[in-house]
């Protein structure tokens, strides 16, 4: 366990951004899923799919060449 008080504080911070990190990914597995079940060509699916992919990329969750395979994968999926 931390034992200064700067240890702490990080420990604090980490928990914090975990959490975040954990939620934005969360939402980034759903919107997948519904564009996964969604029908061909539907573009609301696509875009907020996309939308996820890249809000997880910002917050460097994602790699870069990741979220390219992962917005190419939907993109396939959903092809009209």
């Known amino acids: ?3 200064t008080t700067s ?5 604090r911070q980490s928990l914090r951004k975990k959490a ?3 939620a934005r990914r969360e939402a ?6 519904v564009a ?5 060509g539907d ?3 696509l875009s907020a799919a996309y ?5 997880a990329l910002k917050r460097g969750i994602l790699q870069k060449s990741t ?3 992962r917005k190419a994968k939907v993109s396939k999926l959903l092809k009209a």
């Open 36 to 40: 996964r079940l969604a029908p061909k």
């Open 67 to 69: 979220a390219a395979h």
């Open 7 to 11: 240890a702490k504080k990080a420990h």
């Open 51 to 55: 939308k996820a992919i890249d809000k």
């Open 28 to 33: 980034m597995r759903g919107a997948l899923k």
């Open 1 to 3: 366990m931390a034992i």
């Open 43 to 45: 573009k609301k699916a």
């Open 20 to 22: 975040m990190n954990d």
